[in-house]
């Protein structure tokens, strides 16, 4: 790397700015869930307990690579293997045995606490969609002092999140966007809390939550987008907390889902809290509910048979009114659970959404489970079964995946829309294969030279059949936390994003972090106590076949201040590495390597974007790609189809402790003496060449 010395490590941010997410994004995001009591206190294995199970099962099921199936809608899917790799072989392969040309050569941008998105030498980096931009073609400018419910529902929402491209030929495209959560304190003027904010206020919040989907055009020939502002934009299309739905799989109908306005249990209003995604190969979004535990009250009046589900969602069955409630119930009952205790269960799901149908009606897959999901991330099986990856983004929750009943038909889309609605939920086991004595909690590699193991997908439910003792197949998918506890699945540091290589067929989970853990809970799988930094979990199903049962893992990258020796970059000299903390969402490019977005940096400086190849000699050699304004965190992210640009969803810009509108820490995208908007933001080379270069 240009203008570093060969041992000398990228610097580490010393300065009062301490990292981390700040007090307002705890309240707001997830309703303080972290100062809550642990939801799992099942007793299944927890990462740092495979050790118990420790076996000497060596170097099987490595992976190897794969070609790459690109669908025509951008999602990357694995090509099946024509029988097992070699072992050996595809271990050269990870740990730098092929001579891999795709690695990314810029200069890494270093840590900082700057109130604007930086990027490398020779790239720049500028907003396309900001908060409150019309998306709706009648939709009137965005005026901070002067919102409404009728306008926010026309425009772009708050808190952007997961981001994924539908190319509309060369030259323009769609855009879907999550709007994860709302910061009434940033967005209202002297905003106290729900109890006294004004009604409108409180309808502002609900249609300023949900997705967007906007059109955007090239700059010329360069790999900037820029938002379409004129003409019909036939596709541009606002999804909210208030649009009507619908529930399809085993458990539509359910009692557990009907309500006094749905008493057939299968339309749902609105989606809440949605965090990543992932795209189906028929072109659809699939937006995942997370947090939706916090918007609720009264769970305290719930009948007494419900309250243990209710308590395993991190819903409070003895405190009516939890501090800091937006209290959505003042202008929609529902959100009371004293008076309709079944509410709560409608929201959890994976929702699909047609963005090129803007009449279209959102559907709730129930039979991908119901939990605070990160995303779902779809790839293809040998046979073409559909299988959608998924992480439950809480301390101690699990990883899960379906695999549908029937093949994917290309082009056959009315066949293919069904196959979300049938098919096996399996949720994660995981073990370690070094002895206990190896893993001392120090960071230090086991005597193999890695961290790495073997594990199992155990089925949940198939259909309407349970494979969960005590539980109908109704009730797995709509308490499967409970159903996940039942069955030993391994308890995780925050699964949150789960993608799958297009190029080598890994499949890659972001665990943000966890900690909570002691060092009695210390394992190869989870190498450290307090695990602060988190990382990045890499598994290698059995043939390269998404789906298999049975699958090997290891453990790429663990995350912190590269002189730390409790980090790993994949055997990578750690003096020429960024330092990279509590990793969120992932995604590749055409080459194989890995992007990174982090979400509550805990080293002092602002989270950022970052690269890592994962296999040749260039295997572990993290860079800093950007870094994203003061209180923000970086998600996203998109690399687009032609490599020439980068998508990241600059979420909650400004939030930090004590942040209001009349006393701002943040003035980005717009400067002076703007307020902050969650914005999304391309970058891209001034010389067009691809990112990474």
């Known amino acids: 790397m240009a203008n570093l010395s060969p041992r000398r490590p990228l610097p580490l941010l010393m300065s009062p700015h301490k990292g981390g997410r700040s007090a307002l994004t705890c309240q707001f995001r997830c309703g303080n869930q972290c100062a809550h009591d642990v939801l799992n206190t099942s007793d299944n294995a927890?990462?740092?307990?495979?050790?118990?199970?420790?076996?000497?099962?060596?170097?099987?099921?490595?992976?190897?690579?794969?070609?790459?199936?690109?669908?025509?809608?951008g999602i990357a899917t694995a090509a099946p293997a024509a029988a097992d790799p070699d072992p050996e072989a595809a271990q050269a392969a990870l740990s730098g045995g092929d001579r891999h040309g795709g690695a990314p050569r810029f200069t890494a941008v270093p840590p900082n606490t700057d109130d604007k998105v930086t990027v490398p030498e020779g790239y720049e980096a500028a907003p396309v969609v900001r908060w409150g931009?019309?998306?709706?073609?009648?939709?009137?400018?965005?005026?901070?002092?002067?919102?409404?419910a009728a306008a926010q529902a026309a425009q772009f929402g708050y808190n952007c999140d997961f981001v994924t491209f539908f190319p509309l030929g060369q030259q323009r495209g769609l855009l879907w966007v999550n709007h994860e959560y709302t910061d009434e304190n940033l967005m209202f003027r002297g905003y106290k809390g729900g109890d006294t904010a004004t009604e409108e206020q409180i309808k502002i919040a609900l249609a300023a939550h949900g997705g967007s989907v906007v059109e955007v055009e090239r700059a010329g020939r360069s790999g900037r987008w820029t938002l379409v502002t004129?003409?019909?934009?036939?596709?541009?299309?606002?999804?909210?907390?208030?649009?009507?739905?619908?529930?399809?799989?085993?458990?539509?109908?359910?009692?557990?889902?009907?309500?006094?306005?749905?008493?057939?249990?299968?339309?749902p209003i609105?989606?809440?809290?949605n965090c990543a995604g992932g795209t189906t190969p028929w072109g659809t979004v699939l937006s995942g509910e997370e947090n939706f535990n916090q918007y609720f009250v009264n769970g305290n009046g719930v009948p007494e048979t419900q309250k243990p589900s209710l308590t395993r969602y991190g819903v409070s069955a003895t405190v009516g009114i939890p501090s800091g409630n937006r209290r959505f119930d003042r202008v929609e009952e529902r959100f009371d659970l004293a008076k309709h205790p079944n509410e709560v269960n409608r929201f959890g799901w994976i929702v699909e959404i047609d963005p090129f149908d803007p009449d279209s009606t959102p559907v709730k897959r129930t039979a991908l489970g119901r939990l605070a999901h990160e995303g779902a991330t779809t790839s293809l099986a040998r046979d073409g079964r559909v299988v959608a990856y998924m992480g439950d983004d809480s301390r101690f929750e699990y990883v899960y995946k379906f695999?549908?009943?029937?093949?994917?038909?290309?082009?056959?889309?009315?066949?293919?829309?069904?196959?979300?609605?049938e098919g096996t939920l399996y949720v994660a086991r995981f073990t370690g294969d070094s002895p206990a004595a190896e893993i001392d909690g120090t960071g230090k590699l086991p005597a193999d030279g890695r961290f790495d193991g073997s594990g199992e997908w155990i089925p949940l439910v198939t259909g309407d059949v349970s494979h969960v003792p005590g539980m109908s197949a109704q009730e797995v998918l709509v308490y499967t936390r409970l159903a996940a506890d039942k069955v030993g699945a391994t308890k995780m540091d925050r699964p949150e994003d789960v993608e799958r290589n297009p190029v080598t067929g890994g499949v890659y989970v972001a665990l943000t972090n966890n900690s909570n853990r002691t060092p009695a809970q210390v394992d190869e799988a989870n190498p450290r106590p307090s695990n602060k930094h988190g990382h990045i979990l890499e598994i290698t199903e059995r043939r390269d076949d998404a789906g298999a049962t049975t699958f090997a893992w290891s453990l790429p990258l663990v995350c912190g201040d590269p002189g730390d020796p409790s980090t790993y970059f994949g055997g990578f000299d750690k003096t020429k590495v960024s330092p990279i903390s509590c990793p969120d969402n992932v995604t590749f490019d055409a080459d194989g390597n890995l992007w990174i977005s982090t979400d509550g940096n805990q080293l002092g400086a602002n989270d950022g974007l970052f690269v890592m190849p994962v296999r040749g000699s260039e295997r572990g050699h993290l860079r800093q790609f950007l870094s994203v304004p003061v209180g923000a965190e970086t998600c996203g992210p998109l690399v687009s189809p032609d490599q020439r640009s980068v998508f990241v969803a600059v979420q909650h810009p400004g939030e930090t402790n004590g942040a209001t509108?009349?006393?701002?820490?943040?003035?980005?995208?717009?400067?002076?003496?703007?307020?902050?908007?969650?914005?999304?933001?391309?970058?891209?080379?001034?010389?067009?060449?691809?990112?990474?270069?």
Do not use: C
Not at 230 to 248: D, E, K
Not at 403 to 421: A, C, Q
Not at 666 to 692: E, F, L, N
């Open 270 to 273: 609105g989606m809440l809290n």
């Open 661 to 693: 509108p009349e006393a701002p820490t943040s003035h980005w995208p717009d400067g002076g003496t703007s307020q902050p908007r969650p914005s999304v933001v391309v970058a891209w080379h001034r010389q067009g060449k691809k990112i990474g270069s």
């Open 133 to 148: 931009d019309p998306v709706l073609p009648d939709a009137p400018a965005f005026d901070f002092e002067n919102q409404t």
């Open 230 to 267: 004129r003409g019909r934009r036939r596709y541009n299309r606002r999804v909210t907390a208030q649009t009507p739905m619908a529930f399809s799989g085993p458990a539509a109908g359910s009692d557990l889902l009907r309500t006094a306005a749905d008493p057939a249990g299968t339309r």
């Open 403 to 421: 695999v549908s009943k029937k093949r994917y038909i290309p082009g056959f889309d009315r066949h293919n829309r069904t196959l979300l609605d």
């Open 46 to 73: 927890y990462f740092g307990d495979v050790v118990a199970e420790a076996m000497s099962r060596r170097g099987v099921l490595r992976a190897g690579a794969l070609g790459a199936l690109a669908a025509g809608v």
